[in-house]
């Protein structure tokens, strides 16, 4: 089924995530205007993920931007002694 017709696009404005249960809904918002906007150019779309599919999509965004994922902010106490 390859049905370009279906295809949408827009320039990513802004997103916000909540997590429900063992689910995380993802709602992105974009424009297919140039600025300035008003509010019913922004189109919505809301997507439910599982954790395995969240972290597949952040881990391929930071491979296809080229920044490196960011580093854990520090060994614990047995980890320093130990590690």
């Known amino acids: 089924m390859d049905d370009r017709s279906r295809d949408d696009y827009g320039a990513l404005v802004g997103w916000t995530s909540t997590r429900s249960g063992d689910r ?18 922004v ?25 490196s994922k960011p580093s854990r902010r520090g060994r614990g106490l047995f980890a320093r002694l130990f590690g």
């Open 24 to 41: 995380l809904t993802l709602r992105l918002q974009s424009v297919r205007t140039p600025p300035p906007h008003a509010e019913e150019d």
């Open 43 to 67: 189109d919505s779309r809301l997507y439910v993920l599982d954790d395995n599919q969240a972290a597949q999509l952040a881990n391929y965004l930071f491979e296809m931007s080229g920044q």
